[in-house]
């Protein structure tokens, strides 16, 4: 019913950069949160950076300075912008977001299928 599709990830260098998309589709009310989140082999997952619907950011300090969030809530869609990238950034990066469906009265949360981000040294 509803999909939260990622696009953008692929193979770079230390240094440079890449540009995340997901775009939510479905049976949508409205959205609140949205985020990515990202999960290295042998890790756990963590939360890379947030956006609200009103478009306050939240990011973690590994990628501050680096890593711009953004969204366009007309198209439904969120942005990660990675620049000055690490061998260290390199993850499966997953999309997130908190929203709610037509005819439904409670928030939930969806998970895209996640991209793989890889960064060569």
């Known amino acids: 019913q509803v999909q939260l599709v990622e696009s953008g990830g692929g193979l770079v260098q230390a240094g440079g950069s890449l540009r995340l998309s997901c775009a939510a589709s479905g049976n949508i009310f409205s959205i609140n949160t949205m985020g990515w989140y990202r999960q290295a082999p042998g890790t756990e997952r963590e939360l890379v950076a947030t956006?609200?619907?009103?478009?306050?950011?939240n990011s973690a300090d590994s990628v501050k300075g680096r890593f711009t969030i953004s969204r366009d809530n007309a198209k439904n869609t969120v942005y990660l912008q990675m620049n000055s990238l690490k061998p260290e950034d390199t993850a499966v990066y997953y999309c997130n977001a908190i929203l709610a469906l037509k005819y439904a009265g409670s928030w939930f949360r969806y998970w895209g299928q996640g991209t793989q981000v890889t960064v060569s040294s």
């Open positions: 956006i609200t619907s009103d478009g306050t950011t």
